[in-house]
């Protein structure tokens, strides 16, 4: 039961362009979601993360928005850079249960310089 | 801020041996700690989550004799691949959640361990 997915693989895009990850849930209880990076042979980093009363939020380069109704949130980074190539997973969870956090599959972003 | 180191990096062991994963909060102190596996191309799958001085609490289907979860402080939680197989080789992650409670706040991820068994 794969109560969050992220549909695309990979993502390639040119240096300078934006880069926009997507991720779909279906557990209406989540509200709580993040992003996350991962580099080869290391453990995902903590990017940026949204409550579900925002619909946007904002950290530098790193835009994360939240659409509940469409149970779907993307990451977009602009403007991208080579050193954003890595593997991004979402993640869910409910505000009061943290241990309940649900992964996607990853994507696997490359900026091409 | 919030560093989690994972001990070993890399283990490579013959079938039937034990192997001690540790897990530590480096800069803060965890009052839980969960236990992730990944298989190639997949998800991190939850395998059990771990509370200072308690029992941990393994997900459906993960075998509570053959993954032994410890966490005796709130610095530091073990897994156990008790009797190790083949079939257990995968990339095993550790995560830690400081003292703040449940509510907004992100898990902290060391950086894996890779098991292989011959």
């Known amino acids: 039961d794969q109560q969050v997915k992220q549909n695309s693989p990979s993502l390639s895009v040119q240096e300078g362009r934006i880069s926009i990850l997507n991720c779909d849930y279906t557990?209406?209880?989540?509200?709580?979601f993040l992003w996350y990076k991962k580099y080869p042979a290391e453990g995902p980093t903590f990017l940026i993360s949204?409550?579900?009363?925002?619909d946007k939020n904002e950290d530098g380069r790193f835009t994360v928005f939240l659409n509940k109704s469409a149970k779907h949130l993307s990451l977009h980074i602009v403007p991208s850079q080579p050193g954003d190539s890595a593997v991004y997973f979402c993640?869910?969870?409910?505000?009061?249960?943290?241990?309940?956090?649900?992964f996607g599959a990853g994507t696997r972003l490359t900026v091409k310089p | 801020g919030a560093v989690v180191s994972q001990h070993p990096s890399r283990v490579i062991c013959k079938s039937g041996t034990s192997v001690k994963i540790e897990c530590r909060s480096l800069?803060?102190?965890?009052?839980?700690m969960f236990w992730y596996r990944q298989f190639p191309k997949q998800s991190l799958m939850l395998m059990a989550t771990?509370?200072?001085?308690?029992?941990?609490?393994?997900e459906q289907g993960v075998e509570k004799d053959k993954f032994l979860i410890n966490h005796a402080s709130l610095t530091l939680s073990t897994l156990t691949v008790t009797s190790a197989h083949p079939e257990d080789s995968s990339f095993y992650i550790c995560?830690?959640?400081?003292?703040?409670?449940?509510?907004?706040?992100?898990?902290?991820f060391g950086d894996g361990t890779r098991l292989s068994i011959l």
């Open positions: 995560s830690a959640l400081g003292q703040g409670g449940y509510s907004n706040q992100p898990q902290h």
């Open positions: 557990n209406s209880m989540f509200d709580y």
């Open positions: 949204i409550s579900s009363i925002k």
């Open positions: 993640a869910a969870s409910t505000v009061y249960n943290n241990n309940d956090m649900r």
């Open positions: 800069d803060f102190q965890a009052t839980t």
């Open positions: 771990s509370n200072e001085g308690s029992k941990a609490t393994y």
